[in-house]
């Protein structure tokens, strides 16, 4: 099924029929068995939950389309006949709540989903893995890495927390936008989506160093965010060539960024296309990831609840993100 059969009444039936979990083969086995223990449980009850919404929200999309046709015919005959003169806007306005109405059945299910079963998926990676829809990281403590950019609204999604080789690691889905002004109008821009990555360090960091995109070094210099760092030199070029690094300790800074870690951190700056920047401070390694896409979601609710796709695809993500506490060598004494 999809969006235009759904839409022209094609029969919705429960689908029992298997998506295959995807994993690297030295892994299958150990995944295959997590999933028969603790995720396919719970698939026959949110099938029956995904018909449910499926053919409530067809109902209502159905009573709302006959509800807006009949309204937009009135206003046609009213404007026709020059009794009453209704903006069309008005009737684009109405279709809001309509839309919103029809899509509370779907809206249920995913976060029924998100709450019951993506909490099992991420107990796949450790005990400790929490997953959860409402904590966030503390915007203050992220304002200090001196990373964010300039924005007006700050917007959480997904929040993860876990520990991998003994490195706690939080990650959070971040949107930040500022309102800017046109010529005649007022705008929201979007001035950062995607992924903030928290790790812990294995002491405090005794100053505060910045590793930051290459924007032209005069630019990045003149950041206000940086007033109280100094720039410092590195002699790799090829690492200069993509990012600025800025630090209160010019010594910690240079211990910090060895050719080694620098060449890790170039690595996974390849592995994003370049928009990574990090931050050392306090007691935490800060990175940030830009992306525009939305990570840890549920797949095509005209797939089966079989949640293996989810699992699959989540399995992926998070190896990625351990990635980089492996190829950053966090789980090990990076000099400092």
């Known amino acids: 099924m999809n969006p235009i059969s759904f839409i022209l009444g094609a029969p919705i039936k429960a689908q029992r029929e298997p998506q295959r979990l995807r994993a690297d083969p030295e892994e299958l086995v150990q995944f295959k068995a997590y999933y028969e223990e603790h995720i396919e449980p719970l698939t026959r009850k949110f099938e029956n939950h995904r018909v449910a919404s499926l053919k409530a929200l067809r109902g209502r999309i159905y009573t709302s389309l006959g509800i807006l046709l009949g309204l937009a015919l009135l206003i046609l005959i009213f404007s026709m006949s020059g009794y009453l003169d209704i903006p069309w806007v008005f009737f684009i306005v109405l279709c809001l709540p309509f839309g919103w109405w029809s899509y509370r059945p779907l809206k249920r299910y995913k976060r029924d989903v998100k709450q019951e079963v993506f909490p099992k998926i991420f107990r796949y990676f450790g005990p400790d893995f929490i997953f959860s829809t409402s904590h966030n990281m503390s915007l203050t403590q992220l304002k200090r890495s001196k990373l964010l950019p300039g924005y007006d609204n700050a917007k959480f999604d997904d929040y993860v927390q876990g520990t991998h080789k003994g490195v706690e690691i939080a990650i959070n889905e971040l949107c930040l936008t500022k309102q ?27 100053g505060h160093t910045v590793v930051v995109k290459n924007r032209g070094g005069l630019v990045n210099f003149l950041s206000s965010s940086f007033k109280s760092l100094s720039r410092v030199k590195l002699e790799d070029p090829r690492f200069e060539k ?86 950053l060598k966090l789980d090990q004494n990076i000099g400092f």
Do not use: P, W
């Open 180 to 206: 800017v002004k046109r010529e005649k109008s007022t705008e929201t821009e979007t001035v950062f989506r995607g992924v903030m990555v928290q790790l812990s360090s294995h002491k405090r960091f005794k």
């Open 242 to 327: 993509q990012f600025d690094v800025f630090s209160s300790d010019q010594i910690e800074a240079r211990y910090l960024l060895t050719l080694g870690f620098m060449e890790r951190l170039q690595s996974l700056a390849n592995l994003f296309s370049g928009k990574i920047q990090c931050a050392f401070y306090e007691d935490k390694l800060l990175i940030m990831l830009q992306s525009g896409d939305n990570r840890f979601e549920l797949g095509s609710i005209f797939n089966g609840a079989t949640f293996e796709y989810e699992f699959s695809q989540i399995n992926r993500e998070m190896k990625q993100l351990f990635a980089m506490i492996e190829v």
